[in-house]
């Protein structure tokens, strides 16, 4: 699902698998999450598998992705990337520098954020632009969800190039809808109906604290399929003479 919201130059991989075998891991990586529960290590292998298979889709050779402050991945020279992971989807997006000064990507379910979180990562005017909570299990799309997962796509953007902290409440977003066309399906009745659709879109990201390196405005895409979020955001080194991914 990553790779519909990424141009082509970028080299997406994604699995829903929750776990991968033994000794998929470099020795190095092996020891940042030698003492981590089963799950973290678990999240943290099947992303370093995906980053694997990005690697090959640019002709590079598999090598460990360590992490820096904050679980930074750490990329090859010249190499710019992102991972996530969420239950049920984990993904990884790499590129060449000379293509793309930084992207962005995750994932989360496609679900009511939890009690309490709503009003912590976002701002009145964004409350008041995706309007109420949908209750889970309605049917409708869970905004506050697919809002949480942009403003992280946002950060993961803005961090390794900038250095700097970003709080949720740093960046204002505004989403745009476009319903993709489902696809036909055939009753037992022999009559034709439009199967589920998924929801996708852009949005753009407004930030409130500024720096040179990056423009004032991100521009990212969204989608949600199959019980999951994807967001992602992506930046080109032209960023001043062409805006936008």
Not at 22 to 29: A, M, N, S, V, Y
Not at 74 to 97: D, F, K, Q
Request: negative net charge; charged residues 25%.
């Amino acid at each position: 699902m990553i790779e519909r919201l990424l141009p082509a130059d970028v080299s997406c991989a994604a699995t829903r698998a929750e776990s991968v075998p033994d000794g998929t891991l470099f020795p190095e990586e092996e020891a940042l999450v030698a003492k981590s529960v089963a799950k973290r290590r678990n999240d943290f292998a099947t992303a370093r598998a995906c980053a694997r298979r990005a690697m090959a889709g640019l002709g590079l050779p598999p090598v460990p992705v360590l992490h820096g402050h904050r679980g930074r991945p750490l990329w090859p020279e010249g190499i710019v990337g992102s991972l996530t992971h969420c239950a049920g989807y984990r993904a990884a997006a790499l590129a060449r520098a000379r293509d793309v000064l930084s992207l962005g990507i995750d994932a989360e379910p496609h679900a009511p954020l939890p009690d309490g979180v709503r009003e912590l990562v976002t701002l009145p005017a964004e409350r008041e632009r995706i309007g109420p909570q949908a209750p889970e299990g309605s049917g409708e799309l869970h905004w506050d969800r697919v809002l949480f997962s942009a403003k992280e796509s946002v950060f993961k953007t803005w961090y390794p190039v900038t250095g700097i902290e970003l709080d949720f409440t740093q960046a204002d977003l505004t989403f745009h809808r476009a319903d993709i066309a489902g696809a036909a399906d055939t009753t037992d009745g022999g009559e034709t109906s439009v199967a589920p659709v998924a929801a996708e879109g852009v949005f753009t990201a407004r930030l409130l604290l500024t720096d040179p390196a990056l423009p004032t405005t991100l521009h990212g895409r969204w989608r949600v399929e199959d019980g999951i979020v994807a967001t992602a955001v992506l930046v080109r080194p032209d960023w001043r003479e062409s805006d936008g991914m």
